[in-house]
């Protein structure tokens, strides 16, 4: 399976869209089962740049303590090349995607 450069937080790694999970690694490591994602929200960033990255938010169905809310996790500084492979996957998955970028109407 092919990888892709992102950062979670501060620090860099690599996300392996994986058949039945979503892996991120080095520090810390993110195991993110396909079962456990909600939706999935994106958006390009620095747009004025010849680089051009996205974000990702992976919003999931696990519970924080005893509260309603649930986990999320963003993924950043992904380079906009990738974004197919991540709208193919998600949609493959039938995981939900939410373009956050007003300006794209896909």
């Known amino acids: 399976a092919g990888c892709v450069k992102c950062n979670f937080k501060t620090n860099d790694g690599l996300l392996y869209p994986l058949v039945g999970s979503l892996i991120f690694l080095y520090k810390p ?17 620095a ?3 010849s ?13 924080i303590d005893k509260s309603d809310k ?3 996790y963003e ?24 373009n956050l970028d007003q300006e794209d109407s896909d």
């Open 47 to 49: 747009k004025e740049t």
């Open 75 to 98: 993924f950043t500084n992904i380079e906009t090349k990738e974004l197919n492979i991540f709208k193919n996957y998600f949609n493959e998955k039938k995981i939900k995607l939410i």
């Open 70 to 72: 649930t986990e999320q």
């Open 29 to 45: 490591t993110i195991v993110l089962s396909i079962k456990d994602i909600k939706e999935v929200e994106y958006e390009v960033i």
């Open 51 to 63: 680089q051009r990255f996205f974000k990702m938010n992976i919003k999931t169905n696990i519970k």
